[in-house]
């Protein structure tokens, strides 16, 4: 069982950085792909990057591509979302996601979800 809590959340400026941390529980964590999802008020959740376990693919959704990065680190069971440019249409609530098996952008195939941590850019 894996169980994620993200943190990093806050407010920001439009054109400033937030970095994201979800630190994982679980033994396996170096073999689960993992995902950033995020949620703003009213609207469904929305496919933000998924990483595969292995590292070899890495997709982005095409509002994020160039200013969002993810990143990995086994050691300390966390993965990162580092956030640079922000807009303020990227306010949402975040979320990790991971999954041992599958490594979608729907947001259904994936097995273990964050509480979430919120974003807000002000313009």
């Known amino acids: 069982q894996v169980q994620l809590i993200e943190s990093g959340g806050g407010l920001v400026q439009a054109g400033g950085s937030l970095r994201l941390s979800c630190a994982a529980s679980g033994r396996t964590f170096s073999r689960y792909n993992m995902a950033w999802f995020r949620q703003a008020p009213g609207k469904e959740r929305e496919f933000v990057v998924r990483m595969h376990w292995s590292g070899g693919i890495t997709d982005y959704a095409d509002s994020v591509k160039g200013r969002f990065t993810i990143s990995r680190d086994d050691a300390k069971n966390t993965v990162y979302l580092q956030m640079n440019t922000l807009k303020p249409e990227d306010t949402a609530v975040y979320y990790c996601?991971?999954?041992?098996?599958?490594?979608?952008?729907?947001?259904?195939?994936?097995?273990?979800w964050g509480q979430g941590t919120q974003v807000t850019v002000s313009s």
């Open positions: 996601a991971a999954s041992p098996t599958r490594f979608s952008t729907t947001e259904g195939s994936w097995n273990y």
